[in-house]
């Protein structure tokens, strides 16, 4: 079974400190992992995918496949970067857009 | 381009009642998912069309059920309401093959 687990629910960074939310996962094949962004009165919209390997809004998330973690870092936190954050996997079977979720981590940046 | 909307945004319903949920998806789109929302959860899968026939189904019992058009828009039919079903429901649409998902705003049920 595959699951996704965001250890904190809630964390609070001030503003230009570093921010590292945290997404471990278990699955038996290769996944597919993703970072979503819910913004407040926002829609759930993707923020990144590893196999982008991109930098989106200064956040990056390296997939350890030994330590089976994603998680999402930026260096200097942003008082806009205050939203809910769903950590996310699927098959990386091209096709199969299950996505099983986490329950998420609300991160505050304190101004 | 249009994004995906979903109908009803908000609506109470009581236990044993059935409701209709609908999804428009976002132009160039051919495939719809639906996700449940607890309150305090992340998004749990439910289904996917793909072909206006079920293509991956989560772990919801047969009283969840849907439909996808040839238009590609979407409903999600829940049977025999639940207090327990009371949710936010998120309707997906994406290009097969691309695995991004472009979410709607969701319709949010409440069962009395």
């Known amino acids: 079974a595959q699951r996704v687990t965001q250890p904190e629910k809630l964390l609070s960074v001030f503003k230009g400190a570093p921010v590292e939310l945290k997404c471990n996962y278990s699955?038996?094949?290769?996944?597919?992992l993703f970072w979503y962004v819910q913004y407040s009165r926002q829609r759930l919209q993707l923020l990144l995918r590893?196999?982008s390997r991109e930098s989106i809004k200064g956040f990056t998330a390296d997939l350890n496949k030994g330590e089976t973690s994603f998680h999402l870092k930026k260096p200097f936190a942003q008082e806009e970067d205050s939203a809910m954050y769903y950590c996310?996997?699927?098959?990386?079977?091209?096709?199969?857009?299950?996505?099983?979720f986490g329950t998420g981590t609300r991160l505050t940046i304190i101004p | 381009e249009t994004g995906v909307t979903q109908s009803p945004t908000h609506l109470i319903k009581t236990r044993g009642q059935q409701v209709t949920l609908r999804c428009s998806s976002q132009?160039?789109?051919?495939?719809v998912s639906w996700y449940q929302q607890a309150l305090g959860q992340g998004p749990q899968f439910i289904f996917q069309?793909?072909?206006?026939?079920?293509?991956g189904r989560g772990n919801f019992p047969p009283r969840f059920s849907g439909l996808q058009f040839p238009n590609y828009s979407s409903e999600l039919n829940v049977n025999a309401l639940e207090l327990d079903d009371s949710a936010l429901y998120l309707c997906?649409?994406?290009?097969?093959?691309?695995?991004?998902?472009?979410f709607g705003a969701g319709s949010r049920l409440t069962v009395l």
């Open positions: 997906a649409s994406s290009f097969r093959m691309a695995n991004v998902l472009t």
């Open positions: 699955y038996s094949g290769s996944p597919e």
């Open positions: 132009s160039g789109h051919n495939t």
């Open positions: 996310a996997l699927t098959s990386s079977n091209f096709g199969n857009e299950k996505l099983t």
């Open positions: 590893h196999i």
């Open positions: 069309y793909y072909r206006e026939e079920e293509n």
